[in-house]
């Protein structure tokens, strides 16, 4: 597992969305819209993360900028971290329900569906 895929389960930033990448991607060369992970800046961030226990904002945010070179700003920091443990919530939820739903046998995952395999037994 890449660190960005540790950071963002959810795939948000795959694509831009807007004018602006977030901050530890960058665009493709091959296509604007998708957006390729910096290793170095994730990494930093993740170290940046541990370091929140013991800092505020406004000092990790210097630290990082410092670090990668990059500037990110404490909200924009504050707004990441934030939406990163969001989105990593809903992630934990949503295989969560569906392991449930499997396990209750309501639905086939996508392996038995392309295989046939686990047929669902009408009630």
């Known amino acids: 597992m890449t660190i ?31 957006l390729e992970p910096i290793d170095e800046q994730l990494e ?23 670090y990668t070179g990059r500037r990110i700003t404490s909200m924009g920091l504050w707004k990441r971290v934030k939406r990163d443990a969001s989105d990593r919530r809903r992630h934990v939820e949503q ?15 996508q392996d038995q569906r392309a295989t046939g395999t686990g047929e669902t037994e009408a009630s």
């Open 4 to 34: 960005a895929q540790r950071l963002n389960p959810t795939n948000r930033y795959d694509r831009a969305n807007g004018p602006r990448v977030p901050w530890g991607y960058k665009r493709s060369e091959f296509d604007p819209q998708l």
């Open 44 to 66: 930093a961030l993740e170290l940046g993360i541990r370091y929140l226990k013991m800092s505020s904002y406004p000092e990790v945010a210097r630290w990082l900028t410092d």
């Open 95 to 109: 295989k969560r329900r569906a392991a449930q739903t499997a396990a209750q046998g309501n639905i086939q995952t």
